[in-house]
Every structure is written in structure tokens, then in C-alpha cells.
């Protein structure tokens, strides 16, 4: 795995070193907190090796793993000589404050608010199931349908084939790999008595399979967790505003640069729940020529 992805990651170096910059030059998103506004492309150009992440919306399963993989990785990603992590939000300031203070992400990561989606878009962010398309035929009728009704249909796999094995993977686990965010993540939860309370801990427990990287079950009841506490329970504060629901099918990803923005590594989302491994982040990082 640790070979495919450093052959992954210089495949892309060799395919594009400046042309995310250029495909996101001009894209202007608004910095939360002190609300400048920052050009997508000259932030992948910066002189400080960079992580930026392209996330959904705020209340979305998408954009709280890619919070909580932060807040767990931000200090792995220092010592690899990361200086700048910013993290894009479809989403508005204040939506993006909520999910900030609901994760606890610590400051170091920038934070950046584009409700309209438009800096996903220009990285090449899937936009879904059907996004130019309100309709469905089916037995010879027409069916209307609202941006709900399409994410409906890619938490099925339409217009999302990641979706399902990323889902699956998280109830039977991975005997290999390990996820150390997810321990952290569940503390953070536990902390803010989000149902159910459990703990990479008690997984560890579990005859046999205890000892796996990744124990059956243990993402799926963290993202339990995620979708009770966090997103149906703040939902009125982190949905988007009405005019903007067709963020809601959008889906986003990860680039990693260089100083200058040279690209060490791209991640596109090709699911509901299937986001950036950040070991694969890591590997790819410490494989980087200037890593």
C-alpha cells in the first residue's frame, strides 16, 4: 500500500505541479474570523509547504471526518514541515464557526467559507448525482427532484460509487491499517456526551479481532456519533441557506504542496464517507523530494 500511494503521489507531481493553482487562480474565499478574503490559487502558490482541504457542507459526514482527521493529524503534519492547513467549507461563517466550536479545531487550521462551493468546483470536486438534471425517469414516469432527493440517491452510490465500500469498511474494518483519529475523534464525543458512548479502547477489548488496525464497527459508531450529535443535532445551524442546497451533492478532497506549489499529493472524494486516508497524506509527504 505504502508503495502505491509514493507512486500515486509522484504520478501526480510529474502531471500537474501548478495546474490546480492555476485551475483555482482567482477563486476568492472568505477567512473566518477575520474576514479577508483569500485567492484559492496564490494560497496553493504560498513559499510555506501547504495542506488545504476542499470539504462539503458544514453539517455533512464528509466535512466533519475531514475536521476531526485534522484536529488529530494537524501535529504529524507540522513535523513534516506543514506551516499552512486551511480547510474550505461550503458553507457560511457562521455555519463554519459552529462546526469549528463543535469539533474543538484548533486555530492553527485556517478556516475559509465558500457557501456557494465554487473553489470545490474549480478543483474538480465531484458535483454528485444528476447536478444539471432535476428529473428521473423511471417506468416511464417523471420524477421531480430537489437537491435532498439526489443525496438521497448517493448514499446509495448514484453519482458516489465510493460511498457504499466506504460505508461498508466502516462496520467490518480493516484488519491492517490503523486510524488513530478515530480514538481521538470518539474522545472529543465522548466529552460532549454525544450517544453512543464508546471508545477505540473498549474495541481494543474485543477477542481476536481487538488487535486489528481498525476494529469492526469502530468508524461506524463513530460516525453514529457524528450524525446524532453533530449533524441532525445542529442541523438548523450548519445546513446550508435554501438558496445555496445544491452544495449539498458536492463532494470534495485534499492537495498538498510545496513551497511555491509544486504538488506532493491530490485527493478527490469518490464518496459519501470516503474521504482523504491522511496516512496515505503522510506517506506521500515524507516521500515528497522536499519532504
Not at 453519482?159 to 474494518?173: C, K, M, N, Q, R
Not at 474522545?187 to 477477542?207: G, H, I, M, V
Amino acid at each position: 500500500r505504502r508503495l502505491v500511494v509514493v507512486m500515486a503521489a509522484a504520478l501526480a507531481r510529474g502531471g500537474g505541479a501548478l495546474s490546480v493553482a492555476t485551475q483555482l487562480q482567482g477563486v476568492k474565499v472568505e477567512e473566518v474570523g477575520s474576514g479577508r478574503w483569500v485567492d484559492v490559487g496564490k494560497l496553493l502558490t504560498s513559499p510555506s509547504r501547504s495542506v488545504t482541504v476542499f470539504g462539503t457542507y458544514a453539517a455533512d459526514f464528509n466535512a466533519i471526518e475531514y475536521c476531526q482527521r485534522l484536529r488529530h493529524y494537524a501535529g504529524e503534519l507540522e513535523r513534516r514541515g506543514v506551516e499552512e492547513m486551511s480547510l474550505i467549507l461550503n458553507a457560511s461563517p457562521e455555519a463554519c464557526r459552529r462546526l469549528v466550536e463543535l469539533v474543538d479545531l484548533p486555530e492553527r487550521v485556517s478556516v475559509l467559507s465558500d457557501p456557494d462551493g465554487l473553489a470545490g468546483r474549480a478543483f474538480g470536486a465531484s458535483r454528485g448525482w444528476k447536478p444539471d438534471d432535476d428529473s428521473l425517469e423511471l417506468f416511464g414516469a417523471t420524477i421531480r427532484l430537489n437537491a435532498y432527493g439526489k443525496l438521497f440517491g448517493m448514499l446509495w452510490g448514484l453519482g458516489a460509487l465510493g460511498t457504499l465500500p466506504a460505508v461498508i469498511g466502516g462496520y467490518l474494518g480493516n484488519p491492517i491499517r490503523a486510524q488513530p483519529w478515530i480514538g481521538d475523534a470518539m474522545r472529543q464525543n465522548n466529552d460532549q456526551a454525544r450517544w453512543p458512548r464508546a471508545t477505540s479502547e473498549e474495541f481494543a477489548k474485543l477477542p481476536v479481532v481487538g488487535a486489528w488496525g481498525r476494529r469492526p464497527l469502530e468508524l461506524a459508531t463513530l460516525r453514529l456519533q457524528n450524525m446524532l450529535g453533530i449533524s441532525l443535532k445542529h442541523w438548523d445551524q450548519l445546513k446550508p441557506a435554501d438558496d445555496r442546497i445544491h452544495v449539498l451533492t458536492q463532494l470534495g478532497g485534499l492537495v498538498a504542496t510545496e513551497p511555491g506549489g509544486d504538488l506532493a499529493f491530490r485527493w478527490t472524494d469518490p464518496g459519501i464517507c470516503a474521504v482523504c486516508n491522511f496516512e496515505d497524506l503522510l506517506v506521500a509527504l515524507d516521500a515528497s523530494p522536499r519532504g
